[in-house]
């Protein structure tokens, strides 16, 4: 399906999303935390130049980015402020915990995957890199760099709250565990070693034997037969 073939209805929650956007990743697992029925829309950004860039979907989202999740008639783009929105207006299954200290936790730890691992290695930059320098960087290195460094940090807060008697870090899977997830695909995707992260790896396990989180892999969506 296109951009243009799924109609909208006004009071249903519609998701446009890329089957590998690691972004609307985040967002489907919150969705299937939350038990919220939902339309997918996918926008194919690779196919023709990438559908993210013509001018139905930019006049939707004036970033050409995935994903944006479409609620009583209006867009939402960006998944952190997506995911806290579905908060905000759905009680069951609170992806933040009620706690002040304990929900500042949870946001930062997201945001470190969303704000400073993520962009450093999502198509549009590595694509860049290829187009502007070629062989002189390695894209493959780049990403490997970045999640490498990224997932050290996680690691040691992961470490420093391993003696709490939880599996998740709020207790349950959540908003942390929502950003986390489609990094680690992308790490196991460009062959990135997390041997040297055992709480990452025991939080993935823990993750990918929920329903939520299987059902939210990009290998489940539809689209993924139309790469």
Known sequence: MTVSEIPIGADQLTLYSYWRSSAAYRVRI????????????????VRQGGE?????????????????????????SQSMAICEYLDDCFEQYPLLPAEPLERARCRSMALQVACDVHPLNNLRVTKYLS???????????WMSHW???????????LLEYAGEPQVFLAGQAGLFECFLL????????FGVDLSSFPEIQR???ACRALPAFIAATPEQQADAANV
């Not at 919150?30 to 996918?42: D, E, R, W």
């Not at 187009?131 to 290195?141: H, I, N, R």
């Not at 999640?147 to 807060?157: C, H, K, L, N, S």
């Not at 489609?182 to 995707?189: E, G, H, I, L, T």
């Open 30 to 45: 919150a969705l299937n935390l939350k038990g919220l029925s939902y339309q997918m829309k996918p926008v194919h950004l």
């Open 52 to 76: 993210q860039h013509s001018d139905k979907f930019r006049a939707l989202n004036p970033q050409g980015l995935v994903p944006v999740l479409v609620h009583n008639g209006q867009a939402i």
């Open 131 to 141: 187009q502007q320098y070629g062989d002189v960087v390695d894209p493959l290195t």
């Open 147 to 157: 999640m490498i460094e990224g997932f050290t940090a996680i690691e040691q807060q």
């Open 182 to 189: 489609p990094q680690v695909y992308n790490a196991d995707r």
């Open 203 to 205: 939080l993935t396990a």
